[in-house]
C-alpha cells in the first residue's frame, strides 16, 4: 500500500491478481481468448464450485443460495446485525472478456482474504459474492442474480422463459442443481451495504488518465424502436420530388439526433445501433426503414425533455418528407443514485491513497442498481484499456486492477472493522 | 384516330391491345398477377412461340435468329435496302408485371397489322421484334438481345455466366433450341432505324399529365459501393467525443448527397438503395456501414462534375468523423443520345394528332440505348400509374396504351410507305 494507507502491505498483489483472473477465466475459455460462461450451463458450474472450494481454502463460511448465488463468508468476532457484501457476477456474454463480472468476484476474495490473514475476524461479517447471473445472455433476464436477493426478481418471472435451444429457465436451474429448496431462499434482509468493483467498459478513466471511477449514479436509459414508412420507387426514373425516401428521412434523423446530444453535452450519450432499410435494392428507393435508438443520461429530468424533444422532431421530418413514423419507446429505466456516504468514503480513500480518480456516472446497468434501492450501494469502477469490453479484447492493465483491490481493501476494512455497532 | 391523322380509322383498337397484352401476360403468369418470364425457360419459350404463331397469323414473314430473338417481318413492295425494325423485349423480371417490354411487341404486332391490311405491303420492311433478353434477371448479363443484333454482345461473353440454379448460359440456350447455328446469325446490318415503344416506369408523364414521352436522352448512370470504417464501442460508456460511429458518417454523406442532388437540380436523381450497417446491435456503436450510390444525369459532364464534388465530400465527411473509406465506383455508363431527326417527327406526329407530349430523357436502361449507336433509333413513352414497374402493380391505363399505338403507326406509315428510297 501506498505510504498514506491505514493498512499494513500487501505482497504479491499484482501477481496474485493476474493469476486468479486468469484461473478463472479458464472455466469457460474459448479458443480465441475469449469466455463463455453463460448461466447454469457446465462452465457455469464448475466456475462456481472451484469458487466454492478456493473460498473454503481461504477459510470463509461458503454457502450456496436457491437460485445459485455462491456466498463466501468472514464471520464476524462477535453478533453481527447483518453483512456487508462485495463481489460482482459470474456470468459472461457469450465469448465475452476475463473481466468482466470477474474482477470483482476476484476482487473480493483477495480482499476477504487480506483482511482475515491480516487482522483476523471483523466486527461485522464481511460476505463475497458470485452472483449467478446479469448479462441475460442465456435467457432474456438481467440481473437475476441480484434482483433475487434484492427480492426483485421471483420465480413467477422466468416461469416461461427459454434459452436459444428451448430449454426452460426453470428446467435450467433444476439441472445445475438449484430451485429445488435444498439451498437458503435467495432473498436477505440483512444486507448492510453491496460494494461492487467492475471495470468501466469505457474509456473515460483511460482517456483522462483516472485509475479509479466511483460511480455516482448509474444513468436513466430509454430505448426506442422507430419504423418509418414510405415508397418504394425505381431510382432512376423517380425525381427527386416525387420521392418518398425512408432512408432520407432516416438519415437526416440520425443526423439531428448526434448533433443535439452533442448541442446538449456530455454525459448525455445516444446511439442508433440497429438500422435496416427495405427491399435494400441498389436501384430502389427504399420505402421502410427501422432502426434502434438507445439515449442515456444520469438526470432523468434531462433525459425526458431531450427526448421529448427528439421524438418531435423526428414526428417533423417524417411530415417533412412525407412519411408515416411509428415511434415504440420499450424501455424507460430511471436513473438510479448511488450511496452518497459511501462515495465519498471511497473519495477520500483515493485522496488519502494518492490515487487519481474521478467521480461518474456509469453508463452501462450493474448489479449495483439493483442493490441501491435495497441498501447503501456503491460502484467502483477501474479503467478499460480503449473501452473494449464484451470482448475477448477486453484488458485492464495489472496496476489499476492492483488499485481498485486497495480501495476495496480499505473501503471494506473501514465498514468492517472500523465501524461502530 | 383523331381529326388530324394522315390514316384510316382503327377500329377496336383499345379492346384489342387490352386483349393482346392480357394474352402475353398469360405465359409465365403468376398467381398474384405477376409476370415472370425469364430467358430460355420453358414460359419464355411458349411465348415466343404463341408470339411466333400470331405473327404467321397476321401474315408476317416469320423467322428466329440464332439467340431467340423473334421477328415477322412486313415484307415491302419492292427491293429494301434494309429494315425498320420496331418492338421491345419478351423477358420479364421475377414476378414483374404485364407491360414492361411486352406492350412495345404487342403494339408492334398491332401497328404491322393495321398497316398491311390498310396500305398493303410498304416500299421498306417493316419488322416487328420480340427481343429474346434485356432484364438480366436471370443471367448477370443485360441486353443479351439487342447486343446480339448490334454486335456488342458476344458468345465469348456469356460463357462462364450460371443462373442461381447454376445453369450455364450456353447450355440453358442450347437446350431451348437456340445457340445451335441452325438459325440465322443474330448480328444485322441492315437495320435501317429502331423504333421502341416503352411504359416510362417512372411518374412524370402521369404528373404532367402528358400521354406521350419522346425520350431525347438516356441518362448517364454511375454506381458505388461505399465502405464506412469506424469503431464498435459500447452505447452507454463511450462518451460522443470518442466516438467513431459509422453510421452517423453514413448519414451525414446521405444527406449531403441527397440536399445537393436538390440543390442541382432535376433532371439529377440520386440514390441510396442498398445500406447495411454492423455489427448491427441497439447497445452498440457502429463500426462499419456499406451503402450503395447510384446517380443519373442526361448529361454526363454535369454528372461527372456532381460525382467528383459528392466523392470529395464524402472523404471530408469520413475524415471529420475519423473513419476510413473506400469509394468503388463499378459502374460508369456514358448518355446515349436518341436519333434528332426521329425525335423531331415523333413530336410532330403528337402535334398534329393533338396528343400531350413531352421530350423527357429516361433514367432507365432499354434496349434503344444499345440501338442508339447502331441505327436511328426513337424511344417512346407511354404513362406507368403511380411510376410502379417490375411489379404486379405494374399499370398504364387502356387510353394511353391506345394512344402510343397511334403515333407509333403514324411513324412506322412516314418511315415505311412515305420516304423516298
Redesign the interface.
Known sequence: MSQHSTLAPLPDLAKRTEKMIRWLASFGANPNGGVTRLLYTPSWLEAQSALAQKMEEIGLHVFFDDVGNLYGRLEANQQSSGSILTGSHVDTVKNGGKYDGAYGIIAGLIALQYLKDTYGPPRKHLEVVSLCEEEGSRFPYTYWGSGSITGTASYSQIQNLKDAQDIGFEKAMLDAGFGNGSHKPANRDDVLAFIELHI?????LE?EQKSIGIVEQI?G?K?YTVVLTGEA??????????RK?A??G???M??YL?DS??RTG????????????EP???????NKVTF?V?V?HPSGTILDQFSEQFEQEFRNIAKERDLSIVIDKWMDARPVEMDIQLTNQAESICQNLGIPHKRMA????HDSQVFAPFCPTSLIFVP?HR????SPLEHTSINDLETGIKVLIELLYQLGYETEE
Request: charged share 15%; no cysteine.
Open positions: 468501466e467498459q469505457g474509456a473515460i482517456h444513468v436509459q430505448r420507387n425505381h431510382a432512376g426514373t423517380t425525381p427527386m420530388a416525387l425516401d432512408l432520407r432516416a438519415s437526416q440520425v443526423q448526434m446530444t452533442d456530455a454525459p448525455l450519450v445516444a446511439t442508433v445501433g440497429k438500422f435496416s432499410i435494400n435494392i441498389p436501384n430502389v428507393i427504399p434502434s438507445d442515456r456509469s453508463g452501462a446497468g478499460s473501452g473494449i469490453s464484451h
